[in-house]
């Protein structure tokens, strides 16, 4: 399983930002529309924190208090993505956002130990 996150970039104050994580292969008994997936950051000097994960059914999402009423997470089971759409960023949400993917169960909420596999990260940035 391999995930190849977009989408990052330079951004100023209040703008906005969609982030797209594409997942390829698949494991020995499931595929992405199995998965569980995740979003998370990690800013210079600061522990990787989870940022939003969306169910297999879509039906279970979580958020970060931070990221509440400004950010959406979804996913398209037919293009094996998942999107992050960011608005209202702030300086704060600078850092490199990071996709993961849970194998194994169809959720894995905010949990980091629960993810088999990750992007290799895309650097959002936010100017004041």
């Known amino acids: 399983v391999q995930l190849q996150a977009s989408g990052g970039g330079l951004v100023m104050t209040g703008g906005s930002l969609r982030l797209s994580c594409r997942v390829s292969?698949?494991?020995?008994?499931?595929?992405?529309?199995?998965?569980?997936m995740g979003w998370f950051r990690q800013a210079p000097g600061k522990e990787r924190e989870s940022v939003a994960a969306?169910?297999?059914?879509?039906?279970?999402?979580y958020y970060a208090d931070s990221v509440k009423g400004r950010f959406a997470i979804s996913r398209d089971n037919a293009k094996n993505t998942v999107y992050l759409q960011m608005n209202l960023l702030k300086p704060e949400d600078t850092a490199v956002y990071f996709c993961?993917?849970?194998?194994?169960?169809?959720?894995?909420?905010?949990?980091?130990?629960?993810?088999?596999?990750w992007g290799q990260g895309t650097q959002v940035t936010v100017s004041s």
């Open positions: 993961a993917a849970d194998g194994d169960s169809g959720w894995a909420g905010s949990d980091a130990h629960k993810y088999d596999y």
């Open positions: 969306i169910s297999w059914t879509s039906k279970s999402t």
């Open positions: 292969g698949r494991t020995p008994s499931s595929t992405f529309s199995a998965f569980g």
